[in-house]
Nanobody, 120 residues
């Protein structure tokens, strides 16, 4: 079955950068929305950034100007470039997509999460 494979998390110093990647297994028939959520311990999951198939992007106010979401259609992969990282960005980051896998109906898929830790 379709799974989303995440990578790129790690430990970085405040002010540093990381690039997260997310790629679904299997063949994609059509994708509609791709993006990232994050969740810190004791806090609710929040939308960080998303991009639609038409190229429209949306960002949480807390990351606007620092994070950039993008996609590579040829690789069926999307990314979250995170610059000027702050300790408050520390969280588990989950990629997601609203898509149609080949031979299946439109559905949402979630990654397992990748940890981002920003030290002061």
């Amino acid at each position: 079955q379709v799974q989303l494979v995440e990578s790129g998390g790690g430990l970085v110093q405040s002010g540093g950068s990381l690039r997260l990647s997310c790629a679904p297994s299997g063949s994609i028939y059509m994708w509609y929305t791709m993006g990232w959520y994050r969740q810190a311990p004791g806090k609710a999951r929040e939308l960080v950034a998303q991009i639609t198939s038409g190229g429209t992007t949306n960002y949480a106010a807390s990351v606007q100007g620092r994070f950039t979401v993008s996609r590579d259609n040829s690789k069926n992969t999307w990314y979250l470039q995170m610059n000027s990282l702050k300790p408050d960005d520390t969280a588990a980051y989950y990629c997601y997509t609203d898509m149609r896998a080949t031979g299946q109906w439109r559905a949402e898929y979630w990654g397992q999460g990748t940890q981002v830790t920003v030290s002061s």
